[in-house]
């Protein structure tokens, strides 16, 4: 797999830079929601949170949310438009500092609408290092390049911008919020300014150097299709050979030409039911053919694993756990909510008669609405030492590995099944999560609720990633070449 992406993060522009895909109008640009709409939608959002979440107030109290809200009624026009709606929810809903509390927001339609009118959108993507913003790829051949530091934007410094713009991304912190700003950046800028004509930038060449100044044109339909037809994104070195098993944004096991090193990359572990059993299989498969193929090095690669299902996790660790382990601690609150949730996962259960005496039954739909319960953390035995992977295993993390990936990298820390390397996970060792789907009074928001309590193995805390036995951060080039730090690392060790 291709370690470079281009991180326009609008799936329509992403069309539009790679395949010359002309925008189009879904025909609900003039959407308009009254005053009375939006209060009762307000409420809802407030409500189900309350029901939902095991612990809302973690980061926030609530007499700081009380006052929020507050004061978004007080201030509430007659009537918002769509994009206006978005902006008054968003701030509301991130204040919780929670990655598993999501108002899904449709950047891409807004801005496939903006571009259909010939407005303008921000023509840089952005990457951070340390605490310095940086230019990714620009639109315009222009005079600020690639690599260079942001420092301002129309006379506002940058960070004061992110900041502002970090209100309007959910993450488990301001941190976390700040970095997915900077990553959304044209998408954030749409949707605060609705299209520019032209920004005033202030940059510089190098850490030493002063800062300058440049006006450049925000980027119109014209402008991305020119950069279509003539942009060559960098080439990433490749490391591996072409995929020997894989099964599509799921597995990927890739050979060294000279080395007996594999690689597996694993980009989700959302895998749906019906696929389990496939991607079981799938497993099985790779861990024959490193036997077969006598592979002493396996790389994990699960820096852009946004997590999923826990399942997923449970095949590989049937290969490299040596020993018993625990996937530590796991609760849920009962609600009305997760009720109706679980009834449709479980349908198929349901039926069971023996399955509505179980306790696991009792857990999900007959105890108290508001209960928290402790789910069965039993220990997981490890396979006979003949079925074990024999070789060194690296689990290869970064600061986008989240959820139930963090889930299966600190169980291999904390029982030394693998080295962890890489970059501190922003997602956090213990954590809230598992969204339980809320219906709105206005059905087109997306909105989902943690409503699950996950510690895992050797957790240092809500508030603390995991941490990689070798760190190894991102460089420039790595965000400008392709180049893999972290493979060139491990590979150099030989």
């Not at 010359?20 to 009762?40: A, E, M």
Request: proline fraction near 3%.
């Amino acid at each position: 797999m291709s370690k470079f992406r281009f991180l326009f993060i609008i799936v329509s522009v992403q069309l539009l830079l790679f395949f010359n895909l002309p925008f189009k109008s879904n025909g609900q640009d003039f959407v308009v929601y009254s005053k009375n709409d939006v209060k009762k939608v307000l409420d809802e959002i407030r409500l189900s949170i309350e029901e939902v979440h095991p612990n809302p107030y973690h980061s926030i109290s609530k007499k700081e949310i009380d006052s929020l809200y507050r004061l978004s009624v007080l201030n509430l026009p007659d009537s918002l438009t769509e994009v206006e709606l978005y902006k008054l929810l968003l701030p509301l809903v991130n204040s919780y500092n929670d990655g598993h509390i999501q108002l899904t927001c449709p950047f891409g339609k807004f801005i496939n609408n903006g571009i259909n009118e010939n407005k303008g959108i921000f023509p840089f993507t952005l990457y951070q290092i340390d605490d310095g913003i940086f230019i990714k790829i620009s639109v315009f051949d222009e005079i600020v390049k690639p690599g260079y530091q942001l420092i301002s934007i129309d006379n506002i410094g940058i960070d004061n911008i992110i900041n502002d713009y970090s209100k309007f991304k959910f993450g488990d912190n301001l941190t976390i919020r700040k970095r997915k700003a900077v990553e959304d950046f044209m998408a954030l800028d749409f949707l605060v300014n609705s299209g520019k004509e032209s920004y005033l930038i202030g940059y510089k060449k190098t850490a030493n150097d002063s800062t300058h100044f440049c006006t450049v044109n925000a980027a119109k339909m014209d402008d991305i299709i020119k950069f279509n037809s003539s942009f060559s994104p960098p080439q990433s070195i490749d490391y591996f050979l072409k995929s020997t098993i894989k099964l599509q944004n799921l597995v990927y096991l890739q050979l060294h030409p000279s080395m007996k090193v594999a690689l597996l990359t694993l980009p989700s572990f959302d895998v749906s039911a019906d696929l389990e059993k496939e991607y079981n299989q799938k497993i099985d498969s790779v861990f024959e053919y490193l036997k077969v193929a006598k592979i002493d090095t396996l790389l994990i690669d699960i820096r852009e694993n946004g997590g999923g299902q826990d399942f997923p996790s449970q095949f590989i660790l049937n290969y490299i756990a040596s020993k018993d382990y625990c996937w530590g601690k796991a609760y849920f609150k009962r609600s009305s909510h997760q009720k109706r949730l679980y009834e449709n996962m479980l349908k198929d259960k349901l039926s069971d008669s023996s399955y509505v005496r179980s306790s696991e039954y009792y857990n999900y739909f007959t105890a108290n609405d508001g209960e928290i319960i402790e789910l069965d953390s039993s220990v997981e035995k490890s396979k006979d030492e003949e079925f074990l992977y024999k070789g060194k295993v690296f689990v290869l993390i970064s600061k986008d590995t989240y959820s139930a990936a963090i889930t299966f990298a600190a169980i291999c820390q904390c029982f030394n099944f693998a080295t962890i390397i890489g970059e501190e996970t922003y997602g956090r060792t213990s954590t809230y999560t598992s969204l339980v789907p809320i219906y709105l009074s206005i059905p087109s928001l997306k909105f989902g609720v943690a409503h699950r309590m996950v510690i895992n193995s050797c957790s240092k805390g809500f508030n603390i990633g995991l941490k990689p036995d070798i760190v190894i951060p991102r460089t420039h080039a790595s965000y400008l070449t392709g180049k893999d730090d972290v493979i060139e690392y491990i590979l150099n060790s030989f």
